[in-house]
């Protein structure tokens, strides 16, 4: 006798913690979230950056006695080579999508026209992706750009590096509508976005080309590459597997209902989505 209650008090609480977890999440994710980076105007300001920059070199190479002639010969490399880039951030597309690694817990919430709260999130980091890519066998330079230059009588040299960093959270509430190995997903919610691009240099020249540089640096407004943004969005999901675990995907309609410009106009656009897979409880 005592040995049956014992097996039903146990079995009572295996049920019961069973339906603890169920009532605490209803899945979790792996994901590879995704948003994107509407660079319309972003792209207009590189000739503005590069015009203001070179303005400032051309005057510190007029104060070193740099031959006008010579001038005029750095000038014209300078407008083929800003000719280059326009041609070819003209092709380019405007809206740019960001990949992220990411994860989410759903959380069941069973209403009549809700299923779930579902709260995701994801970054990206230049360590991350030089991680990442080490992983995979392929080296990046660090730091990218390192070189030796002479002009005249001057020498010294250069090196610079790109730090970045982006990061999305979300929060939505989630109706499913679930067919036993495919399930359509609807939801709505808020999302927050952040992006941030660095530049470190280092430099090893003469005194008398200090300011000329700093000047320089300071036109190409390189403190202002950065973004953030709060947004509403609907969304449209699919799943597809066995209900335990399956392939996840969805596509985001973003509604940004307040976004922070820099001077380089970075912008977050109205598409944003996920791509992974999803553990049901």
Not at 9 to 15: F, P, Q, R, S
Not at 176 to 196: E, Q, S, T
Not at 236 to 265: A, D, N, S, T
Request: proline share 5%; glycine share 10%.
């Amino acid at each position: 006798m005592m040995h049956r209650a014992r097996r039903a008090i146990a079995v009572a609480a295996c049920l019961g913690l069973l339906c603890t977890l169920h009532a605490l999440a209803g899945g979790l994710y792996g994901l590879m979230p995704y948003y994107t980076l509407d660079l319309t105007d972003t792209f207009d300001q590189i000739s503005i950056a590069g015009e203001d920059a070179f303005t400032a070199m051309e005057l510190l190479f007029l104060d070193l006695g740099v031959p006008p002639n010579e001038l005029v010969t750095v000038r014209t490399e300078f407008d083929n080579a800003m000719a280059g880039i326009e041609s070819f951030t003209g092709g380019f597309p405007m809206w740019i999508p960001v990949p992220l690694l990411g994860a989410g817990l759903e959380i069941d919430l069973p209403l009549l026209l809700i299923d779930g709260v579902r709260l995701t999130g994801g970054l990206l980091s230049d360590g991350l992706v030089r991680s990442v890519v080490q992983w995979a066998g392929v080296e990046i330079p660090d730091p990218l750009l390192d070189l030796d230059f002479e002009i005249d009588t001057y020498s010294g040299s250069a090196a610079a590096d790109l730090t970045f960093s982006t990061w999305m959270l979300s929060t939505e509430v989630v109706k499913r509508l679930d067919l036993l190995v495919f399930a359509l997903n609807l939801g709505a919610g808020v999302d927050l976005i952040g992006g941030r691009i660095g530049v470190v240099s280092d430099f090893d020249m003469p005194a008398e080309f200090q300011e000329g540089v700093d000047n320089a640096l300071a036109a190409l407004n390189l403190d202002a590459l950065h973004w953030s943004s709060f947004a509403f969005h609907g969304t449209l999901g699919f799943e597809i597997g066995p209900p335990f675990l399956r392939l996840y995907g969805e596509i985001r309609w973003l509604l940004p209902v307040g976004q922070e410009e820099e001077w380089w106009r970075i912008r977050v656009a109205p598409i944003a989505g996920m791509i992974g897979f999803v553990i049901r409880f």
